[in-house]
């Protein structure tokens, strides 16, 4: 079932992406295996451009917005197991 992107779509998609940004530079490289094995995973499941690109997306807006609130809670883990990165990107969470 598709999904019509909305301007609320759009804002958690553009959060997400910056998480996974700062994610990718920032905290996966001193992560465990694991920990990079699951980010993939989880990260492969995030509407891609060509959806975007459609104008339809496979998640609703809430249920997005769990996604980048389970997404920040797995940067919140790497960071409580070593000191975040001077560099490291802050996204604001989700508003939901």
Same mark, same amino acid.
């Given at each position: 079932?598709?999904?019509?992107?909305?301007?609320?779509?759009?804002?958690?998609?553009?959060?997400?992406?910056?998480?996974?940004?700062?994610?990718?530079?920032? %905290?996966?490289?001193?992560?465990?295996?694991?920990? /990079?094995?699951?980010? #993939?995973?989880?990260?492969?499941?995030? *509407? !891609?451009?060509?959806?975007?690109?459609?104008?339809?997306?496979?998640?609703?807006?809430?249920?997005?917005? %769990?996604?980048?609130?389970?997404?920040?809670?797995? /940067?919140?883990?790497? #960071?409580?197991?070593?000191?975040?990165? *001077? !560099?490291?990107?802050?996204?604001?969470?989700?508003?939901?």
């Amino acid at each position: 079932m598709g999904h019509e992107i909305t301007p609320r779509v759009r804002q958690l998609v553009e959060q997400f992406r910056l998480l996974s940004d700062d994610l990718q530079r920032h %905290w996966l490289p001193g992560a465990s295996d694991e920990a /990079r094995v699951e980010w #993939a995973a989880f990260r492969s499941e995030w *509407p !891609t451009d060509e959806e975007i690109d459609r104008g339809l997306v496979g998640f609703s807006e809430n249920e997005l917005g %769990w996604m980048l609130a389970k997404g920040l809670r797995f /940067r919140a883990i790497l #960071a409580s197991a070593s000191p975040p990165p *001077p !560099t490291a990107r802050q996204p604001e969470g989700p508003s939901i």
